[in-house]
């Protein structure tokens, strides 16, 4: 096992010391703290049709669910769905058939099976996860260039969730980039920000 190097020791510990912090405006949580989803194995993102809201398609044991990413509704829910294509694993792109207002099309999925979710969102803004106390996940956002991590934690970047109790599913944002979500094996918690911000 190669020891860390003094860098890499300093940034573990680092990382490991702050806190979780609110995300910064422009984003606002879009649930109280998440939503519920027993047996969550991926999410993915759509978009709704009349809207244009970002809408976020779960994937479970349970069925699928589908949420307005702008207001938390729930919106449809399948709680039996073809064997054949209940999970994204079945297609060669992991994607499931849509529902409820997307039922016409096939959402893309990340989680369990693989896949992810976008990385970076317009106006700089930046997602990434990392374990500095494996296997609890930290999720930050930053905001910028270069290495966030060296400025001061709430100025560029902030810690905005941590994974204690359940397994990291997906992280990152929405195609639009007004949607950030984090998913786990027991829920997802979401972020939005109004368009053009």
Not at 40 to 57: E, K, Q, R, S, W
Not at 61 to 86: M, Q, Y
């Amino acid at each position: 096992m190669t020891e860390l190097s003094p860098y890499e020791r300093d940034l573990r510990d680092r990382l490991a010391s702050v806190p979780v912090l609110p995300a910064p405006v422009p984003w606002q949580p879009v649930f109280d703290s998440c939503a519920a989803v027993g047996g969550l194995l991926g999410i993915g993102f759509a978009t709704h049709p009349d809207t244009g809201n970002d809408l976020v398609m779960v994937v479970s044991s349970d069925g699928h669910g589908l949420f307005d990413a702008v207001t938390g509704e729930k919106i449809a829910r399948d709680r039996d769905p073809d064997p054949e294509s209940s999970t994204p694993d079945a297609a060669e792109d992991l994607t499931c058939p849509g529902l409820g207002p997307v039922a016409d099309g096939r959402v893309h999925i990340a989680g369990l099976f693989g896949g992810g979710l976008h990385a970076t969102a317009e106006g700089g803004w930046h997602v990434e996860v990392v374990s500095p106390a494996w296997p609890r996940h930290r999720v930050l956002l930053s905001r910028g260039d270069g290495m966030p991590h060296r400025g001061p934690h709430g100025e560029r970047w902030w810690h905005v969730f941590r994974s204690d109790y359940s397994e990291l599913r997906a992280v990152g944002f929405s195609p639009s980039g007004r949607t950030l979500a984090v998913a786990t094996s027991s829920d997802v918690t979401l972020w939005t920000r109004p368009p053009g911000v």
